[in-house]
């Protein structure tokens, strides 16, 4: 009788993954269908369909580490097209981060950096794409003249580069962040982060670029390289503080409670005996209160003692 339920789970298993399968090339046929429409001259309405297949195929089928990349490449050349330079941008640091081995992804980061030098007007951001470029894809120099010209440039080190930037936020003159500088940083380190994972100062860089970012209030930017910097550098030693703040963000600034509940209750699962242990136990006790609502427990407290 066993055997008999095994084979029909197995079996089971077996159609369940033939009719996977099956959706998946359909999917990628019904892709390939639109790509000879739009090649043989779309209308912008028939581009950005096939943009939406890509990026449904991407989200539908995350485990296609072949495919993925190359869609993912291929919506933002439409998207650059069609003059969405943002999302263009959005879709090739998608591909370049979660894709990073594909041999599609040096043509990632060159059309990344056309898309800051010649679109965006970021030079600080398109100089430093080109200057990790030349670090981590060397085959790249003997191809591309602007990876050629960055080499012989005479620029310092992006590290150098950008810690001149940081000190550089707090002018002498206001003792206020300077925005602008602060959004180069924090560009800055994103970009190079993207393009030189494997960067020995990468993950210090992308702490400071998350503090920055909360300083100015771009809360939902922090919240993004804090999860970059505790899910790709998890031995990082600022990583059980990254967790915190990123709960203190949710909780104090975002107002999104729960998931702020999570991350206190993940963070002190994990590092019990933190310096910052106790300031989570305290904030997650008293989640959600006022400051009348925290004084008063304490009013309270007191009384019965």
Known sequence: MKTISYLFC???????????????QHAQSEISRQEAVVENGGDPETVNTLVQQYLAYTTNYPEDSEANPRYLYRAAA????????DAARNNLEKAIREYYDNENTPNSVLLLEDIYQDKLKDRMASSIIMQ????????????QEKVASIQN?????????????????????????????????????????LISPDGDQVPELLYKAAETARTVQAFTKTIELYDWLIDHYPDFEKVPQAMFLKGFTLDNDLRRLEEARAIYEDFLA???????ADDARFLLDNLGKTDEEIIQSFDGTQAEQ
């Open 270 to 276: 994990t590092y019990p005996q933190d310096d910052f």
């Open 132 to 143: 990790a470029a030349a670090e981590s894809f060397p085959e790249l120099a003997n191809h």
């Open 153 to 193: 440039s005479g620029l310092a080190p992006v590290a150098q580069r950008l810690d001149a930037v940081a000190r550089a936020m707090y002018p002498d003159t206001t003792g206020r962040i300077d925005l602008r500088r602060a959004n180069d940083f924090i560009t800055g380190a994103s970009v190079y982060a």
């Open 78 to 85: 439409l998207q650059y097209r069609l003059n969405n330079y």
């Open 10 to 24: 197995a079996c089971i298993w077996v159609v369940g993954l033939s009719a996977c399968q099956g959706e998946q």
